[in-house]
């Protein structure tokens, strides 16, 4: 039984709890940016080539998997604080550990490792922040998803400034290692919130919708897999890409990634105080049409290094706010426990694992191109999925919604 606090808190309670969360997003972010810029850089510690080193994306996406699976049940069991803490110093070991690992299969289970502890801090973030705020969530989440990106930006120029400096990686994961250290800190000394769906009035649609949800629980999270395999699969093969196709050195490889995380982010600034203005419907149509265009233009020009800044620019901005929009959405539309936020992070971690996976089975044998042409297949099928999934919404509302009419 989870033993949070059950009594209302009060508004600067819950100002501190979201300023923890953010801070948490922030060295989230900074982690899971750092693997495509570092790829080569880990190619060369454990002495293998690029498609073997690609299985290191699948090691910590399946780590990712089951700390969400995992951690979404246990949220719901035991305080959230303490979880997120406790999952925020395992990343921080485990990654400090791996920039000195000469083996690639020990690599890969070090980041499977690191993967775990980001699933479950990944789920706490975005469940916690909705029991915090309920129904009001929606600006918060594109905050808290805002400082992700912050973390996402920053980490490639670290990156690129201590390989500067030290011709290695070493030094830049242990750094990156370090700056995660003080927020379970800040976590552990305030109260964990607790899910108060059962305990609070819940509209009727609401309630009529949460009674068969499960359809919409699975295109949700097959929108997610969608969205964060064009989101890892960009952000992490990025830089392969433009040093392959020899548009880019290593160093302006590194800052074009720490570019698209940064339209990223800055986009996700954007949405806020567009998520109180727009429905989650018109945001998510209009991004995932951008990142179609962006896209589209680095492959009608492969040999232009504009295009690509241009396209990285735009792939960033457009699919910035689509993570947390599609949460807000599932907000609206059903009780948010930690076993439903496990199970979206299920989709979003099997979309990080399989489609930069198959980008890196596809690179060598047919060339750096395929990377766009997979990012852009992805999008298209998310953009299908997405029309599936609001009118199958719109299904599951509209009868209750007529009910409570006749009621009245």
């Not at 009060?10 to 953010?22: D, G, H, L, M, W």
């Not at 552990?188 to 009035?201: I, K, M, Q, T, Y």
């Not at 990012?375 to 509302?397: C, E, K, N, P, Y």
């Amino acid at each position: 039984m989870n033993t949070s606090v059950k009594t209302a808190l009060p508004e600067r309670v819950k100002t501190n709890q979201t300023i923890a969360y953010c801070a948490a997003f922030i060295a989230l972010g900074m982690i899971s940016a750092s693997l495509g810029p570092t790829l080569t850089g880990l190619a060369r510690h454990t002495s293998s080539g690029i498609a073997q080193a690609s299985w290191l994306f699948t090691a910590r996406s399946l780590g990712y998997l089951l700390g969400s699976l995992g951690g979404g049940r246990l949220y719901d069991r035991v305080r959230g604080h303490p979880l997120m803490a406790a999952a925020l110093l395992l990343m921080a070991v485990a990654f400090s550990l791996a920039a000195v690992i000469p083996w690639l299969w020990l690599l890969a289970l070090v980041l499977l490792v690191v993967g775990l502890g980001e699933g479950t801090v990944d789920v706490g973030g975005n469940a916690l922040l909705v029991w915090v705020h309920r129904s009001r969530v929606g600006p918060y989440m594109n905050a808290l998803h805002f400082f992700f990106g912050l973390g996402a930006l920053l980490s490639p120029i670290l990156v690129a400034q201590f390989v500067l400096r030290s011709g290695d990686i070493t030094w830049a994961y242990w750094v990156l290692a370090l700056l995660i250290l003080p927020v379970p800190l800040v976590l552990l000394r305030l109260p964990s919130p607790h899910d108060e769906g059962e305990e609070e009035a819940i509209d009727r649609p609401r309630q009529e919708t949460n009674g068969r949800h499960w359809g919409l629980v699975f295109l949700i999270a097959l929108c997610l897999f969608l969205y964060v395999g064009a989101e890892v699969g960009f952000g992490g093969w990025i830089f392969t890409y433009a040093v392959t196709l020899g548009l880019a050195d290593e160093t302006v490889a590194a800052y074009l990634t720490s570019l698209f995380w940064g339209s990223l982010t800055l986009g996700r600034l954007l949405s806020i105080p567009l998520a109180v203005r727009l429905r989650p419907q018109t945001l998510l149509l209009v991004e995932l049409l951008g990142c179609v265009v962006s896209v589209s233009l680095m492959l009608l020009f492969p040999g232009s290094l504009a295009a690509v800044w241009i396209g990285t620019f735009g792939v960033g901005f457009s699919i910035s706010a689509l993570f947390p929009t599609i949460i807000s959405f599932a907000e609206s539309r059903m009780r948010i426990t930690g076993q439903v936020t496990g199970l979206f992070f299920v989709g979003s971690s099997a979309g990080g694992m399989t489609v930069p996976r198959i980008i890196g089975q596809l690179f060598e044998p047919l060339g750096p191109r395929v990377t766009m042409w997979a990012i852009l297949v992805d999008v298209l099928i998310a953009l299908g999925v997405l029309v599936v999934l609001l009118s199958f919404s719109r299904r599951m509302t509209k009868p209750a919604i007529s009910r409570q009419e006749s009621d009245g």
